[in-house]
């Protein structure tokens, strides 16, 4: 059936529903003589003097509508919350101590980053080849400290930290302990990474836990440390639980079977407590 374009006046006397639910209605539909008839009566009416002083009686409020709008005024579309927003409480500004204390930290953290990549980056190798198995594992750890490392980059090149003028001598010295460990075996290898992200791991919570007391002191005086510091915190929080999760993997691959474990893994563990304290000073 071929379609046909309706005039409006056509459409108007067609009894095709309208959607209102879709558009606005925009066509009126045709009107009996009746409804014709009494626009005219009411036209007419309303040109009378009598029509006009009777429909300004009918306008005029009664008293008990007076009354009634007195009692019940219009109310106002907007409503007025009956507890306005608290305003926002003031960003503490740091201390010189606070400052140093976070350029300090974050070089270490960026430094120690770098660190965990190249002992992976020179482990790997060494481990694959032997233990195919661990591909997955080894490449898992190694992008977690890479994405570790990014973060602690844009962070300190934001704030213009320096690095560490330590950087190239920590560069040979994480390259030399991932390829001696992994040399020894996988459970040497993995016994590294345990001491490592053992110190890791109480670095970080030491961080976080002065941070959270800067964040109650702030609080008590009616401050924030603001959204900045704030989401710095929830990073340091991430990082060290990804940390803790490599610790879990050492573990888990005999880490505790490397001989001689005790001296590997202390020798190692005072190894990056004396990295991490000449770092931040240097």
């Known amino acids: 059936m071929s379609a046909r374009i309706l005039s409006p006046q056509a459409l108007a006397r067609s009894h095709a529903p309208i959607l209102d639910f879709l558009a606005p209605r925009t066509i009126t539909s045709c009107t009996s003589s009746a409804s014709r008839q009494r626009r005219r009566h009411q036209s007419t009416a309303a040109t009378s003097p009598v029509g006009h002083s009777a429909s300004t009686r009918n306008n005029a409020p009664t008293p008990q509508d007076a009354s009634h ?3 019940n005024p219009p109310t106002n579309n ?3 919350s009956s507890n306005p927003p608290k305003p926002s409480a003031p960003i503490h500004e740091l201390t010189r101590t606070q400052r140093d204390f976070l350029s300090s930290a974050l070089r270490v953290n960026q430094t120690g980053e770098l660190a965990a990549i190249l002992i992976y980056a ?4 060494l481990l694959v080849k032997k233990h195919p198995h661990l591909r997955p594992l080894m490449k ?3 992008d977690q400290e890479a994405g570790h490392y990014k973060f602690f980059n844009e962070v300190i090149a934001k704030h213009r930290i ?3 003028a330590m950087t190239p001598v920590w560069t040979a010295a994480a ?3 991932g390829w001696s460990t992994a040399f020894l075996g996988r459970e040497a290898a993995m016994a590294c990474t345990e001491a490592v992200e053992t110190e890791i791991g109480t670095h970080y919570n030491e961080q976080v836990r002065v941070l959270l007391d800067w964040s109650r002191k702030c ?3 009616g401050e924030t440390l603001g959204p900045e510091l704030e989401a710095l915190v929830g990073q340091l929080r991430r990082i060290r639980d990804e940390e803790l999760e490599h610790l ?3 573990v888990e691959n005999d880490a505790k079977e490397a001989r001689p474990y005790e001296v590997l893994t202390e020798g190692i563990r005072a190894g990056c407590r004396g990295a991490i304290w000449v770092s931040e000073r240097v």
Do not use: K
């Not at 020179?122 to 190798?125: D, F, G, H, K, L």
């Open 78 to 80: 907007a409503t007025v």
């Open 175 to 177: 390259s030399f302990l």
């Open 69 to 71: 709008s007195n009692l």
């Open 122 to 125: 020179a482990q790997s190798p």
């Open 219 to 221: 609080e008590e005086r």
């Open 248 to 250: 879990d993997h050492a």
């Open 140 to 142: 898992h750890m190694y």
């Open 162 to 164: 320096r690095p560490t």
